[in-house]
Structure formats: structure tokens, C-alpha cells
């Protein structure tokens, strides 16, 4: 897209060389290179005259001085605006009969007729093959843009193509020099604006040296000019380098780039339009899944509550309570704000804790001891241990508060009931009768808790599990291992958190493991949305976050047992000693 400075103010000069003829003999016309004013004298003198119709003067040539061209041996008064526009349509008329296949016919102002429509127009010149035409206009005068919207309008209605060509004086140069990157700046009239805004390219012609500019509105030629572009960038072509397409008509290097561009444009915008169609949609699914999924998990802890509540209501622990006092105290039965110390009704794993370490006893005793006693009851522990401290916690700091318990904190947590029960108001005690009680008595035995007389039996055997025991991932293990590896077996989190991934955590863990694990080699990577579209191959849905969390905690277990390596969040690697 380069231009020297010469070249440019060449394509644009106003001082118009006649460098066209006709032969008389034949009607074709004529070209004068430059440089070839001698080669041509003769011929011109002899046979040649001026295109202009009705002008019959003799003509001759000359080019010592200036670049080659004709001029007349008699005085003529014809407009240098009429002779370059008539230079102009034999310049594109002699192009269009080279370039166009075979069948097609090329004229000079064809007329266009159409009764029905009211049309009645004279292109400059005319490209058809019988059934599509192309049309290419020159505008050398100051053509109003009333006029040109009237005249394209009558091309749409018939479906014709038509090229636009301004004459090159109706550019003119802003800067008396070209950029550096070749682009050149100039001012359009309002006629190419006016084109450029209906959609059209709009070009610019110079028929002396047989070229054709094509105009942008920014100098990268990547936009078509707009009625609001204050200036245009130029970029001149040889017109043996351009192309005529009959649905677009006189396509130039510029017009291609600028097309190109636009095309590009589109295409972005469309892939952005999908892409946030998809995301709109991937969004909407998200929400329903997380919808579906709080359901779930809101119906889940509702079950998993009564059953508790009929577990406590039906233990003889609670019954124990009701002959002791009527009812379950309220130092008992009072929520905590952090509940989860074991999966149980708060207040079971409570009186369980009360009954085992302070009722009737004096003896201190550790959170380990109060773990101990809530496990032999059968009563699930919460395997996270920062939820269940917090919890066991919160409830001895009610204990105390009620004047039952005092805590310790000097030397680790030490817990030491009080001297009397719930229910009974504290006695004053002379420290020598406790000294002798503590010397004479034996420690404390911790009472047994009678488990629920209820005991249900055994559950039969859930879909999940009948999977897992008849699959094939199954099959493979004990195949290589002789039994299911306890590194597959391994549970660390409740049926509370499992009961969101829709399969037993051995299938699932054995999943991963013979997968993304078993005969990898070394730095092999995978991450957890690999292992939910995996999951997801065998219809186990695995993408709300709780299942994504417990997919987590048994890679992070797997990278405790050197298995695994974390890469990145959420990206796991072997390890090399693996």
C-alpha cells in the first residue's frame, strides 16, 4: 500500500492529459503510453481522432516535456471535465472486454428500460450475460446526491450491480506528504461520502495512467467511508490488478481488504453472540442444577433429621430422662449455632455426653474421652474435626455457663464437671472432705449407654451399591489386586456429603483411579472437571459443588498417600515415586 509522493500527486493532479483516441477505421479506442509519442505520431495523424463526439479536428501527439499525449491541431472548445470522463468509459470499457468470459457482452451507456418500474437509465458502461447486469458509473461532475440516490435506487429496483467511480478531481490530497506506513489522506466530496454511507465502496479513477483508487475510512482499509468521516484514506491500483465479479461488481486490492475486514468483524461478533447464547444457557442450567440440587440436599437433611429426632425419641436414654425429670432439661434440648459435632439430634449426642461424663461424677476428663463415648454409642462422629471442635465447644461453654461444668484451658482443655447434677442446687463442701473422697474413692468408671432396643435390620442393598458390586471397574481391582485396595475403599466424609454424587464412593473412587491413575506415566495431568465429564460418560452427575468437594477430598487423600502431586487449583499430576 505504499505511494511515493510523486506517484500520488500524479493519480490526483487536475491538469487532465487527453490520453485516448479513436480509430476512425474500426470505432476501438486508443491508448498513448507514456513515453511513445513518436512511436505513435503518424498513426494518430493519419487514422485517429478525438473521443469527444462530433469532433472531427485533426489530432496529433507530443510528450517531450510532459508526459505523452494527444492534442488538437485546431482550436476545440471541449471541456477538460467532458474529456477526462470520456477517457475514463473507454479506459473501463477496453478492461471490462479483456477481463469478461466469454458470452458476456460489454456497452457503452446501454439503455435500461423498464415500463413497469419506470425506469429508463444509461450506465457508462455495461456488463451482462443475458440475465445478470453490472454497471459501472464515472462521476466527474459535481453529481448531487439526491440525484445518485434516485439513479442507484432505480439499479436496486431492476437488480443491477453498479460500481461507482469518482473522477480524481473530485479528491484532493490534506497533507503535502504520505505517511509513512504508505497511507494517504485526502477530503472526498459529498457525493463519495454519501456513497460510502448506503454500503457502497466507493472509488476513485484516473484515466491517464489506467488506475483506480479505492477510498476507507481509517487507514488500516478496514471500514467503508461514512457520511461522518471528515477525511478518507486512498489507495491507488493498476487496473489490470482488479477483478469484476458479477455480484459485486469492480473489486480492487482495497475494496477485498476492506470486505475482508468486515467479514472478520461479523464473524466475531457472531461467535461472541454464541458464545454468550451458550453461556446464557450454560448459566440457566447451572442455576436449575443448583436448584435441583438444594431440593435435594434440603430434602436430604429433612429426612436425615426426623430419622435422628426418631432415633433420639425412641432411645432409653431419652426415656431415662423423661423418669428422671419429666422431660429432656433444657440444658439438653438448647440449639447450638455450630450443631455438628456428630451426625446425630443435638439433643441425643448431648444428654449422651452428660449422662457418660457429668451426671453423678466429678472426674475431669478431655474432648478425646468426649469422642470416645459419643463413638460407643454408635452415633457418627463428624469427620471435620475444626466443625466438631467448635461444636463440642460451644456446647460445654453452655454447660458452664449453667453452672455444671468448668473449663480449663492452663494445660490443653480440661473439662471437670461440677459437684451436683441438673436439677439439684450446688453444695458448699469443706476442701478436707473432697481431699478425703478423692483419696478413698476409685476413679470414675464411664457408665454404658444402652443402645436403641429398636435396632433396625439390615438395609437391603441401594441401586448405587448394586452397580458397584456388578461393575466392571470392580471386576478389574479384585482382578489385579484380589480384593477392593483400601486406598478405593477409603472413606473419609459422611453419607450426608456422598449422598450427592449418585453412586457408592468405591465405584467412583475406583473411577478415578483406573482412569486418570493406573498405568499414566509420569506428569500426567488431569483435573476435576476431567473426572466429572468421565463421571459423567457413565450418567453419575458429579457437578454441583458438594460432589466436586468430595472429589477434591479424595484426591487430596490420594496426594497424602504420594499418589498424586497438586499441580495448579482444582490439577492434579502423578507423582514420580508412584
Known sequence: ?????????????????????????????????????????AEAKRHWKCPVPDCTGPINTRGKSRRAHFYHLNTVDHAAESEAHLAAKAMLFGWARS?????????EELTIKDRDQA?????????????RTVALEVEYKNFQPESWRAKQANYDQVGIVCSWLLGHTQVTRVHDSVASDGATEVKVSKLGKVIGAAGHHVLVINPTDQLVGTLAGDRDFTSRL??????????????????????QGLI???TQRIDTAIEERRRAAEAARRRQEDETKRRAESETRD????ARRAEFIRRKQKEQDEAWLASTLHATCLERWGRVPDVLTARMRNPGAAFASEAHWHAVVYEALLHDSTKPFRLTDVERVIRQTGLPLNPDTKQRFRSLMQFFEHLAHAGLLRIDRSKGIVLTPASHNIGAKPQRRRTQDVTEQAATTAPPVIPTIPRLSQTPGPEPPTEAATRWTVSAERLRLISRFNRVPEFVAWRALTEEEFAFIDATPEHWHAIIYLNFIDGRPHGHLFSIDDIVAELAKRTIDASSPLARAAIRGYLRNLTQRR?????????FTLASDF
Open 226 to 247: 461514512t457520511a461522518t468521516s471528515p477525511t478518507a484514506w486512498l489507495w491507488i491500483h493498476r487496473l489490470d490488478d482488479c477483478q469484476l465479479d458479477p455480484s
Open 1 to 41: 500500500m505504499r505511494h511515493a509522493i510523486e506517484d500520488v500527486s500524479a493519480f490526483l493532479d487536475g491538469n487532465y492529459c487527453q490520453v485516448w483516441a479513436v480509430d476512425r477505421r474500426t470505432g476501438e479506442y486508443q491508448y498513448l503510453p507514456d513515453g511513445k509519442a513518436d512511436d505513435y505520431r
Open 563 to 571: 499418589f498424586l502431586v497438586q499441580a495448579f487449583e482444582d490439577t
Open 252 to 254: 480492487t486490492p482495497g
Open 291 to 294: 436448584a435441583e440440587y438444594a
Open 119 to 131: 425506469i429508463h437509465r444509461r450506465p457508462d458502461v455495461a456488463i451482462t450475460d443475458g440475465q
Open 99 to 107: 477481463v469478461v468470459p466469454g458470452g458476456c457482452e460489454v456497452h
